[in-house]
């Protein structure tokens, strides 16, 4: 009988046992499937435009070359490379062969001659180039910097010239930086050359509240290929593709609790949206926006959240 007892608590116990562990399982549908927690969101009507993506170099497009007045030695070097020279500061000084002769052989202080020439900036600017160091010879003319004006940074975009139609000057265009930063030009004029081998046209972007840039910095211009239009779009996280990103689908719910992959077409995009070409979806539509990686083909799902 004690042997008895002891066989029905057993069992007792790992009835329990099971029910705990199954307390703590994924969540799963009646039919016992397992029920993936998501959210949703929905087509939108917006006008988006098609975008053409240009390259364009900065530059700066007023700059001075400081030349030696005198042919003599350098006596002293006053700016430093990447150093701001404000106008009429001192950059270097000269001491004449006549002075130094001088200088060497100890000669009568009353002469009042020191040979001496003194080389100052004419305008504001940014030294980005040094040409000589001190005790170095120069001669008269001898570029010994060049400084470039801060405000006239600008950047040259190359623009094929198929696209010209496309290029209206006051025109606002999106530059992104290199490291992912944005900001806002302006199309100004064109220079009215073309590059033989890529027949790509130069337009000046004027920027403004950028900072100093580095000159020859490279960015992409986005630029408005047409007019905007009316398109049905979806936010990008709605969006999956292989790992090539030669196919891409979302995952569209056909009930409350069923979603089923659907492959798309995908159009023009933006910063957060992505135009769907096909197929033609309707404005009632849902889609899994969070939670839908690594889902079947057929998914339970269960909505948390309205996008």
């Known amino acids: 009988m004690k042997k008895y007892i002891n066989i029905r608590v057993s069992f007792i116990l790992m009835v329990l046992f099971i029910f705990a562990?199954?307390?703590?399982?994924?969540?799963?549908d009646s039919a016992g499937e397992p029920v993936t927690p998501v959210s949703i969101g929905k087509i939108v009507k917006v006008p988006m435009a098609d975008q053409i993506e240009l390259n364009a170099?900065?530059?700066?497009?007023q700059r001075e070359t400081v030349r030696a007045s005198?042919?003599?030695?350098?006596?002293?070097?006053?700016?430093?490379?990447?150093?701001?020279?404000?106008?009429?500061?001192?950059?270097?000084r000269i001491r004449t062969k006549e002075g130094r002769a001088l200088k060497n052989m100890n000669a009568d202080s009353t002469l009042h001659f020191s040979g001496l020439i003194d080389v100052v900036c004419t305008t504001r600017g940014i030294v980005t180039q040094l040409n000589h160091h001190p005790g170095d010879y120069v001669s008269e003319s001898d570029p010994l910097a060049?400084?470039?004006?801060?405000?006239?940074l600008v950047f040259l975009m190359k623009v094929p010239f198929e696209y010209h139609k496309n290029v209206q000057a006051g025109k606002t265009v999106q530059l992104v930086m290199p490291d992912g930063s944005r900001i806002r030009g302006?199309?100004?004029?064109?220079?009215?050359?073309?590059?033989?081998a890529t027949q790509a046209q130069?337009?000046?972007?004027?920027?403004?509240?950028?900072?100093?840039?580095?000159?020859?910095?490279?960015v992409t211009v986005m630029l408005n290929a047409s007019g905007g239009h009316i398109v049905n779009a979806l936010n990008k996280s709605c969006v999956l593709s292989n790992e090539t990103q030669t196919r891409f689908w979302v995952m569209k719910l056909i009930s409350d609790s069923v979603a089923v992959k659907v492959p798309i077409q995908k159009g023009t995009e933006s910063d957060?949206?992505?135009?769907?070409?096909?197929?033609?979806?309707?404005s009632g539509d849902r889609f899994v926006s969070q939670g839908n990686y690594g889902l079947p083909d057929t998914a339970m799902v269960k909505v948390t959240e309205n996008n």
């Open 21 to 28: 562990c199954k307390g703590r399982a994924p969540e799963e």
């Open 57 to 61: 170099v900065a530059g700066y497009l």
């Open 70 to 92: 005198a042919t003599g030695f350098l006596e002293s070097v006053k700016v430093s490379l990447g150093q701001e020279a404000a106008a009429g500061s001192l950059l270097f």
């Open 146 to 152: 060049i400084l470039v004006e801060p405000s006239s």
């Open 186 to 196: 302006a199309i100004g004029r064109a220079i009215p050359t073309v590059d033989p």
């Open 202 to 218: 130069d337009y000046v972007v004027n920027v403004s509240n950028c900072g100093i840039l580095p000159e020859g910095l490279q």
């Open 272 to 282: 957060s949206l992505v135009e769907i070409v096909s197929p033609m979806f309707s």
